[in-house]
C-alpha cells in the first residue's frame, strides 16, 4: 500500500477481498465479494458536538413508514453468503417506524442551519487520536496532510486488481457533504439526492436532532426483505441485472465501466426505482446506509441457539481484518457495487466501515421506536 500511504497517509491495509461461492452461470467463477471499505481514510475525530444536540421530543413521522414487528430468519438463505452471513437465525423485532428514503441533501441541510454542527469530513484529522490507531513509533504525517478532507471515488481507466481500493478512491481536500466530489463539486439541484459524505458519528448527530435514531441491523435486513421469505433481494428472486431496472448499482466492469443500464453513473435521486413490499426505496443500491451496530465477525454465531429478540449487535467490534479499528455496520449497497466486486444490494449482505469515515457512497436513514 506504499502508493496510497504517500497519497493519504491513512490507508493502512488493502481491502479484504475472497472469492465468492459460483452461484450460477450468470455470475462468473471469479465473481469477487469483499470487505469493500476496510483500509480507507480515517480521521479519528472527535464527534463531541454530537452529545451538545438537544433531541427533538416531538419528532415528526412524515415521510416514514410503519414497520410491523415479526420474526425472520436472518442472514443468507443461499451459497450467496460470505462467512460473516451464516448461520441463518431466528430473529423478532418490535413494531417501529422507518424514513421511506435515505436522508437528504435538502434534510440535512435543515439539521446543519438549525444546530451549526460540523461534520466529521469539515474538520482536520486530529494527530493525538489518529496515532492511538497506528502502529507504535508511526511518525507523524507533514501537517499539509492533516487536512478537512474525506474520500471520492475516482473510476480506473481499465481493469485494476479488485483486492485494492485505493485504486479507485481519492482522498480529497474540501470534500464533505456539500462538495460531494471535492470543492469544485456542489449538491445545487441535487436536494433531492441522498447525502454523502456522512460518518456514523454524523448520523448519529442527525438522529439525535429529529428525535429519531439509526437502525439495527436486525431492523435494516427485516425491512430491506419486505416480508418476502428466503429471498435474496429486496424485490425477489430476479437477478439484478435483468428486466427492467430494479436499483442503482454499478452495470458493467467495475471500476472503469459504467454501461448506465439504470439510467445513472452516480448517484441517483431518492425514489428513482420502485419500492418493496413495505414501501421502502433505495433498500438494494445508491448509497450504503449506516446502522447502529457494532460489527463483530463471529456474532451470528453468538445468536444461532435460540430466537434473538430486537439484537443490538455486540458490545465491542471486532473486523480481523483490521483488528484495532472500531468499525460499523452498513447495508444495502451503493451505486459502486458490482457482480464482479461486491454484491452489497443482497438483503443479508453485510459490510462495514469505521465510525469516523466518510465517502461518496455512504449515507443513512432513521428508525423511531413505536412504544
Known amino acids: 500500500m506504499k502508493t496510497i500511504l504517500n497519497l493519504t497517509i491513512f490507508l ?5 477481498v475472497t472469492p465468492q461461492k459460483e452461484i450460477s452461470k450468470k455470475i462468473p467463477a471469479d465473481t469477487f465479494s469483499s470487505n469493500c471499505h476496510s483500509g480507507l481514510a480515517k480521521h479519528y475525530n472527535s464527534s463531541q458536538n ?11 413521522l412524515i415521510g416514514m413508514i410503519k414497520i410491523d414487528g415479526g420474526d425472520f430468519l436472518m442472514g443468507a438463505p443461499d451459497i450467496l ?14 413494531s417501529f417506524y422507518m424514513d421511506e428514503t435515505e436522508v437528504t441533501n435538502s434534510q440535512f441541510a435543515v439539521f446543519i442551519k438549525a444546530t451549526g454542527y460540523v461534520t466529521t469530513a469539515e ?35 481499465g481493469p485494476v486488481p479488485l483486492n485494492n481500493p485505493g485504486l479507485w478512491w481519492q482522498w480529497k481536500k474540501g470534500a464533505d457533504w456539500k462538495h460531494p466530489e471535492g470543492p469544485e463539486s456542489s449538491i445545487t439541484g441535487k436536494e433531492n439526492f441522498p447525502v454523502v459524505q456522512i460518518s456514523w458519528d454524523d448520523a448519529i448527530a ?6 429519531k435514531r439509526l437502525p439495527t441491523e436486525a431492523e435494516w435486513e427485516f425491512a430491506a426483505r419486505g416480508g418476502l421469505k428466503d429471498q435474496p ?21 467495475f471500476p ?55 439484537p443490538t449487535g455486540p458490545i465491542d467490534s471486532y473486523d480481523p481484518n483490521q483488528p484495532g479499528v472500531p468499525v460499523k455496520v452498513i447495508r444495502g449497497g451503493s451505486f459502486m457495487c458490482n457482480e ?12 462495514i466501515s469505521s465510525a469516523d469515515t466518510g465517502l461518496q457512497n455512504t449515507g443513512f436513514r432513521c428508525v423511531f421506536s413505536i412504544k
Open 12 to 16: 493502512l491495509i488493502s481491502c479484504s
Open 50 to 60: 454530537a452529545i451538545n444536540i438537544i433531541p427533538n421530543s416531538n419528532p415528526s
Open 81 to 94: 453468503g460470505r462467512d460473516d452471513e451464516y448461520p441463518q437465525h431466528k430473529v423478532s423485532v418490535s
Open 123 to 157: 474538520k482536520a484529522p486530529i494527530w493525538e487520536d489518529l496515532k492511538k490507531q497506528l502502529p507504535p513509533g508511526t511518525p507523524k504525517p507533514a501537517d499539509s496532510l492533516l487536512i478537512a478532507a474525506s474520500l471520492v471515488f475516482k473510476p480506473t481507466l
Open 206 to 211: 442527525y438522529a439525535r436532532w429529529a428525535g
Open 233 to 253: 433481494y429486496p424485490w425477489g428472486s430476479e437477478e439484478p441485472y435483468d428486466g427492467k431496472p430494479k436499483a442503482n448499482t454499478w452495470d458493467g466492469q
Open 256 to 310: 472503469y465501466n459504467n454501461t448506465r443500464k439504470d439510467n445513472y453513473s452516480g448517484l441517483a435521486p431518492v425514489k428513482s426505482y420502485a419500492a418493496n413490499n413495505f414501501g421502502l426505496f433505495d433498500m438494494a443500491g445508491n448509497v450504503w446506509e449506516w446502522c447502529n451496530d457494532n460489527y463483530s465477525s463471529d456474532y451470528y454465531r453468538q445468536l444461532s441457539s435460540e430466537t434473538s429478540k430486537n
Open 340 to 351: 464482479k466486486y461486491c454484491s452489497g444490494y443482497r438483503a443479508s449482505s453485510r459490510m
